[in-house]
């Protein structure tokens, strides 16, 4: 077995939830003009235009980062602020409806290209970050999570579950699929039953954020951790959002994919949180942020909202450490 991990697996007991979800649904969406009862859902924050965002926005910010020329937040939820203005730009738009975890975002007209936009998926991320893709798809049951692909010539992983397609599933395997899903945390784990299936993929999650939907995972890590899978991936365990919140570093690249444990705040370019979701105390997620001081790492890749990426890792702990200091001062 390839995967190789310092702690033994064993079922524990999960916490709740956080979020509420809303149920999603299996359609493939956006592939066809809306007719006009859809037209009437258009929020009135839209700008005029072929792109338009209903009034089912959950506020989950993936368009806003996946196309910003085109999408903002108004009054709460996302709205188009400017519609495309080159052929790059409407690609990005319309990756963007293809991920929309509510289908919140339609175009007026027939969109004929979008069969050849859905192959973009997964995209690549940075030349940077050779071998790391966007998922796309995100799911209403994970509240619009990001999930990743990272390509390795040891075996794939796919980091949390998107909402499933056989489309994207097709995609993925031409790249190789997926050898492990790892599931950062109980939130995130969506359609990931089905992924496993399609892929023959083995899930990997934390022991603290069993659950029904998450007692088949082939893996459960226990204790604190650190795991390894291979010699390139570090498993590290960061209590606070849930009791099995934990973080993958790809040590080569100096990447940490977060899921909810922290993320970039949409207004600013600080550090956030998120203690308003939290299952634990803020002690307890402190904690495991003042541990990201002693990693190695420039990139945070969240589950939710924006990337950041460091000029070293010297630029990395002041941004932690002013996080730090923000709930402890």
């Excluded at 903002?72 to 709205?79: I, L």
């Excluded at 975890?101 to 004929?112: A, C, E, M, R």
């Excluded at 089905?194 to 022991?207: D, G, P, Q, V």
Aim: hydrophobic share 35%; aromatic share 8%; charged share 25%.
């Amino acid at each position: 077995m390839a995967l190789s991990l310092r702690a033994a697996a064993s079922l524990a007991a999960p916490p709740a939830h956080l979020r509420p979800r809303r149920r999603a649904t299996s359609m493939v969406r956006a592939t066809v003009s809306p007719p006009p009862a859809l037209d009437s859902r258009r929020r009135p924050q839209n700008v005029s235009g072929e792109f338009f965002v209903d009034h089912r926005c959950i506020d989950c910010a993936t368009c806003r980062w996946m196309a910003p020329e085109v999408f903002n937040r108004v009054d709460d939820q996302s709205a188009v602020a400017a519609q495309p203005t080159s052929g790059e730009i409407r690609t990005k738009a319309l990756q963007a409806l293809l991920s929309c975890p509510t289908g919140s975002i339609h175009t007026d007209k027939p969109t004929k290209d979008i069969l050849q936009v859905q192959n973009t998926f997964p995209l690549p991320i940075d030349d940077d970050l050779p071998g790391v893709y966007l998922c796309g798809y995100h799911s209403e049951n994970s509240y619009g999570a990001t999930s990743y692909l990272i390509v390795h010539p040891e075996g794939n992983i796919m980091i949390d579950s998107p909402r499933y397609t056989p489309k994207l599933a097709n995609q993925l395997e031409k790249l190789g699929g997926a050898r492990y899903m790892f599931l950062t945390h109980i939130d995130d784990v969506a359609d990931h039953r089905k992924w496993a299936e399609r892929l023959k993929c083995e899930r990997i999650i934390h022991s603290g954020d069993v659950e029904d939907i998450t007692a088949d995972v082939e893996w459960k890590l226990t204790g604190n951790g650190p795991w390894n899978i291979g010699t390139d991936f570090e498993l590290i365990h960061t209590p606070g959002h849930t009791e099995g919140s934990v973080c993958l570093l790809y040590k080569p690249l100096k990447a940490l994919f977060t899921g909810d444990h922290v993320a970039k705040s949409e207004e600013s370019d600080d550090l956030n949180l998120f203690l308003m979701y939290s299952k634990q105390s803020v002690g307890v997620q402190l904690d495991s942020i003042r541990k990201l001081l002693d990693v190695d790492f420039e990139w945070f890749l969240p589950g939710h909202g924006y990337r950041i990426r460091y000029e070293d890792v010297y630029a990395k702990n002041s941004a932690i450490e002013a996080l730090l200091a923000d709930y402890t001062n």
